[in-house]
């Protein structure tokens, strides 16, 4: 998720590197190309307050439905729901710290959160089943997880080189030098964005699959039901907001090269 204090860092860079895009005298397109630039800073920003508006409505829903109590606890709905699709080779474990929940499919883990594991409360069942649903979508070779896994090593190197490759090729073309080492460095950034909408279907699916179980095993009855959805949805909305936030700042990255590129051509 991008903070507002890094945002704003970059923004302070390119608006006080005296740029004539940026003060409206660069030409008959420098003026163009500075208001969308600026559209594109608003939508950097605005993507960045949703994504609050959604830590936050993610952590009210989890402190409201951790006080409901539920049949099981979380290591046990996920043993259960494991048990039930045939996986009895998939281990459920407790790893520390809050909503440091995931599945690890190179060692075959259900890793839950300590209050997740131990408590028996409807976030807990939601938030064990969810992830659940991630190994029976490895187990099923569900085709999404498989792109996503297959993206991991090229955004492993997108995530650490892809800005500092930019900001080296914007400032080679600021020099006069051509444009190959900024959109390398553009492009290497977009992994992270493809790997973040990749994910969308990925989590949805696997809060599909949560609810469906929660459902046919008789452990929710309707009232509960609907409050793991709801758990489940504010969940997935943290990566709705990421994948916006993530495309946003493409799209800012994008603007701030052609305006160079058109800045040099003046």
């Not at 993610?58 to 006080?67: E, P, V």
């Not at 520390?96 to 409360?121: F, K, Q």
């Not at 069942?125 to 792109?147: D, F, K, N, S, T």
């Not at 459902?215 to 609907?226: F, I, K, N, T, Y």
Request: hydrophobic share 45%; glycine share 10%; with cysteine.
């Amino acid at each position: 998720m991008i903070d507002f204090t890094q945002i704003l860092a970059q923004a302070s860079y390119y608006y006080s590197s005296g740029n004539d895009f940026y003060s409206g005298t660069g030409g008959a397109m420098g003026g163009m190309y500075s208001g969308v630039t600026i559209i594109g800073l608003g939508l950097v920003l605005l993507a960045a307050m949703l994504g609050g508006i959604v830590q936050m409505g993610l952590k009210n829903a989890f402190n409201r439905y951790s006080q409901e109590p539920a049949p099981l606890t979380g290591a046990e709905a996920a043993r259960r729901m494991l048990r039930q699709n045939g996986l009895d080779d998939v281990q459920v474990i407790s790893t520390p710290g809050r909503l440091t929940d995931h599945y690890n499919p190179m060692d075959r883990t259900v890793n839950l959160s300590e209050s997740v594991y131990n408590e028996a409360s409807v976030a807990a069942m939601a938030v064990a089943a969810h992830e659940c649903g991630h190994a029976v979508q490895h187990a099923r070779a569900y085709p999404w997880l498989g792109l996503r896994s297959s993206l991991v090593p090229m955004v492993n190197i997108g995530s650490r080189l892809g800005q500092i490759v930019l900001m080296v090729g914007l400032g080679l073309l600021a020099m006069g030098s051509g444009t190959t080492v900024a959109w390398v460095g553009l492009a290497l950034y977009a992994t992270t964005t493809l790997f973040a909408l990749v994910t969308l279907p990925v989590e949805f699916d696997a809060s599909r699959r949560a609810l469906a179980w929660l459902e046919q095993s008789g452990l929710a009855d309707r009232a509960m039901h609907g409050q793991a959805g709801t758990a489940l949805r504010w969940a997935a909305m943290t990566y709705v907001a990421a994948a916006l936030s993530s495309l946003a700042m493409l799209l800012y990255y994008a603007l701030i090269l052609l305006s160079r590129m058109n800045n040099n051509r003046d």
